[in-house]
């Protein structure tokens, strides 16, 4: 099955997990990654800065109805639950979920709604259980799913809801993270080369 994206959620401890998750990336890397780094609404706007000095991908704050792009990585803007549809962004001010805005199981559930089992879900480190419930839904429909082994979490939580909420395809430590969505999401192009 060839997937089609990647969403991640991350909560306490996640700006080094994404550092080096997206320092590790392909810059070939094909498909749209969608971020969901829990922060506070006041937090100034310096993460996504931050996150694309690490990226090898281009990295921006999506707007609404902007098109989700290939090859992009995006990251959910601050107070705004990211949803998608269609293939668009769409951004909400609906109430917070698991005491989050954005919300990790908004964005995973819209992203199983749309693209069934051609999504991949992971969840990182964590001090909640936002993207447990988002998670299981994009294994109900046939995606991918991967959390991080909460033995290499900052902040073991968030992993273990996930694992805990549904039957994860993989449960990996956080350096083996990027070499496996690198393997998996190669090019159809490039893997037939390789044969």
Same mark, same amino acid.
């Given at each position: 099955?060839?997937?089609? %994206?990647?969403? %991640?959620?991350?909560?306490?401890?996640?700006?080094?997990?994404?550092?080096?998750?997206?320092?590790?990336?392909? +810059?070939?890397? &094909?498909?749209?990654?969608? !971020?969901?780094? /829990?922060?506070?609404?006041?937090?100034?706007?310096?993460?996504?800065?931050?996150?694309?000095?690490?990226?090898?991908?281009?990295?921006?704050?999506?707007?609404?109805?902007?098109?989700?792009?290939?090859?992009?990585?995006?990251?959910?803007?601050?107070?705004? /639950?990211?949803?998608?549809?269609?293939?668009?962004?769409?951004?909400?001010?609906?109430? &917070?979920?698991?005491?989050?805005? +954005?919300? %990790?199981?908004?964005?995973?559930?819209?992203?199983?709604?749309?693209? /069934?089992?051609?999504? %991949?879900?992971?969840?990182?480190?964590?001090?909640?259980?936002?993207?447990? /419930?988002?998670?299981?839904?994009?294994?109900?429909?046939?995606?991918?799913?991967?959390?991080?082994?909460?033995?290499?979490?900052?902040?073991?939580?968030? &992993?273990?809801?996930?694992?805990?909420?549904?039957?994860?395809?993989?449960?990996?430590?956080? +350096?083996?993270?990027? &070499?496996?969505?690198?393997?998996?999401?190669? +090019? !159809?192009?490039?893997?037939?080369?390789?044969?």
């Amino acid at each position: 099955m060839a997937f089609e %994206i990647v969403v %991640i959620g991350a909560s306490f401890g996640g700006l080094s997990a994404l550092q080096m998750l997206l320092g590790d990336l392909s +810059p070939e890397f &094909p498909l749209p990654l969608v !971020i969901v780094q /829990h922060r506070r609404k006041d937090a100034d706007d310096g993460l996504c800065e931050y996150l694309r000095k690490r990226s090898r991908l281009p990295l921006v704050e999506p707007n609404d109805k902007e098109k989700v792009e290939p090859g992009h990585v995006y990251l959910a803007p601050r107070d705004y /639950h990211l949803l998608i549809e269609k293939s668009i962004f769409a951004l909400s001010t609906e109430s &917070p979920v698991a005491f989050a805005r +954005p919300s %990790i199981d908004v964005l995973f559930e819209s992203a199983a709604d749309v693209y /069934h089992e051609r999504a %991949i879900g992971v969840i990182l480190t964590g001090a909640n259980r936002d993207g447990a /419930h988002g998670l299981a839904k994009i294994k109900a429909f046939g995606g991918l799913t991967i959390v991080q082994d909460p033995k290499s979490a900052e902040s073991p939580a968030m &992993p273990e809801a996930a694992i805990q909420a549904t039957t994860v395809d993989c449960i990996l430590p956080l +350096p083996q993270i990027a &070499p496996f969505l690198n393997e998996r999401c190669q +090019p !159809i192009q490039r893997l037939l080369h390789a044969r």
